[in-house]
């Protein structure tokens, strides 16, 4: 079966990180920019999708995800996988670290979603995120400053984690 990658990106980062999961998961995903105009109509072919959502201003989603959740909010997420990549800096950005995951995650628990890939904080180094619920990540966090080939080893091992049933079905 195949997932749903829905990104924005304002630098490049998140887009790179699609390219990666193409990479990874070639036929079985397809990718689309959030804020395209046929977005709720995208979301709907999906029961498993991965969200990219970098952090910009005051610890908010990339502005682009404003449409991206107002979409979300149009689709009925009852037994559909859905995993969150955040892109963020913990190094500049420590009190308000990947952020910009929470209201899409608000959004898709809303939504009656069934998120996966919560992970582990130890390894991160911020002081304070609300992507942090009850003591994990709300997805995974990718850093500035990890390595190329960290970013595709952590990706790798939290697509097979997340996704590995959606992911052996045809
Ligand atoms: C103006 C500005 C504000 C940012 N604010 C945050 C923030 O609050 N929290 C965070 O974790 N990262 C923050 N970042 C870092 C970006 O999220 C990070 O560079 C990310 O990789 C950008 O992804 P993109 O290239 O796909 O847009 C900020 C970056 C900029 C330029």
């Known amino acids: 079966m195949k997932i749903g990658v ?8 998140s887009e790179f990180t ?4 193409k990479d990874l998961l070639k036929e079985s995903c397809d990718i689309y920019k959030i804020a395209d105009k046929n977005t709720v109509e995208n979301l709907k072919k999906y029961k498993a999708f991965i969200f990219i959502v970098p952090t910009y201003g005051f610890g908010e989603p990339h502005e682009d995800w404003k449409k991206g959740i107002e979409a979300i909010l149009k689709v009925d997420f009852k037994d559909r996988l859905v995993g969150i990549i955040g892109r963020g800096n913990q190094g500049f950005y420590a009190a308000t670290f990947v952020n ?6 608000d ?3 809303e939504k009656k979603a069934n ?11 911020f002081v304070k995120s609300s992507a942090v619920v009850d003591g994990k990540f709300i997805g995974l966090p990718l850093d500035e400053i990890f390595m190329l080939q960290e970013i595709k080893e952590r990706l790798e091992s939290w697509i097979k984690n997340s996704f590995e049933e959606i992911l052996d079905e045809k």
């Open 107 to 109: 959004a898709l628990i």
């Open 18 to 21: 699609a390219t990666l999961i």
């Open 6 to 13: 829905f990104y924005s990106s304002g630098r490049g980062k």
């Open 115 to 125: 998120i996966v890939g919560f992970t582990d904080i130890d390894g991160y180094d």
């Open 100 to 105: 910009g995951m929470r209201p899409v995650y």
